[in-house]
T-cell receptor, first 114, second 111 residues
Framework: DSGVTQTPKHLITATGQRVTLRCSPR?????VYWYQQSLDQGLQFLIQ???????AKGNILERFSAQQFPDLHSELNLSSLELGDSALYFCASSAEGGRGEKLFFGSGTQLSVL | QKEVEQDPGPLSVPEGAIVSLNCTYS??????FMWYRQYSRKGPELLMYTYSSGNKEDGRFTAQVDKSSKYISLFIRDSQPSDSATYLC???????????FGTGTRLTIIP
């Protein structure tokens, strides 16, 4: 168990809908990262937050947004969902927001858009 | 062309064999190189972490980085059925926290 908790584990929704994915980082970790994993693209970095502030942005669509709350948990909001948004969404956390070392991943949220 | 290329496999080898997994990359700015292991329906877990060129060994695992060739490898000695998983290479440049991953190689160790 990595100590990173993601909910829900599975989410099935329809096109055009909006969903929220939740992540609780390991105790004491200040950085939260969101990644999207699909069969054709592999793991793609979406966004990173460090102690409540956005630190780095990757290939995140404008329909997607995230935030990190004062208790350090994070939410990823996906809106106007399309079939192509179906993927496994991972949250990861690290203590310092460094260069990838000691990055701990949660078990992911499987999103299916029908 | 993707920044990081990784043969997706699948790769099947008998128990006890030496496994070689590889990635090539195009961005010469990458300085930090990692290998992650991902079991089915689980998140990736960090196996090896190396900085710049050279070798690093940890038990049955050895990571090699050749920056001149933009080529990294992971060797698994005395492979076990429990090593069956998808292996992902990942890398990042100095001061850039976001990781660029390969698409992963699915490995099966046959008892």
């Amino acid at each position: 168990d990595s100590g990173v908790t993601q909910t829900p584990k599975h989410l099935i929704t329809a096109t055009g809908q909006r969903v929220t994915l939740r992540c609780s980082p390991r105790s004491g970790d200040l950085s939260v990262y969101w990644y999207q994993q699909s069969l054709d693209q592999g793991l793609q970095f979406l966004i990173q937050y460090y102690n409540g502030e956005e630190r780095a942005k990757g290939n995140i669509l404008e329909r997607f947004s995230a935030q990190q709350f004062p208790d350090l948990h994070s939410e990823l909001n996906l809106s106007s969902l399309e079939l192509g948004d179906s993927a496994l969404y991972f949250c990861a956390s690290s203590a310092e927001g460094g260069r990838g070392e000691k990055l701990f991943f949660g078990s992911g949220t499987q999103l299916s858009v029908l | 062309q993707k920044e990081v290329e990784q043969d997706p496999g699948p790769l099947s080898v008998p128990e006890g064999a030496i496994v070689s997994l590889n990635c090539t990359y195009s961005n010469s700015a990458f300085q930090y190189f990692m290998w992650y292991r991902q079991y089915s329906r689980k998140g990736p877990e960090l196996l090896m972490y190396t900085y710049s060129s050279g070798n690093k060994e940890d038990g049955r695992f050895t990571a090699q980085v050749d920056k001149s060739s933009k080529y990294i490898s992971l060797f698994i000695r005395d492979s076990q059925p429990s090593d069956s998983a998808t292996y992902l290479c990942a890398m990042t440049d100095f001061g850039n926290e976001k990781l660029t991953f390969g698409t992963g190689t699915r490995l099966t160790i046959i008892p």
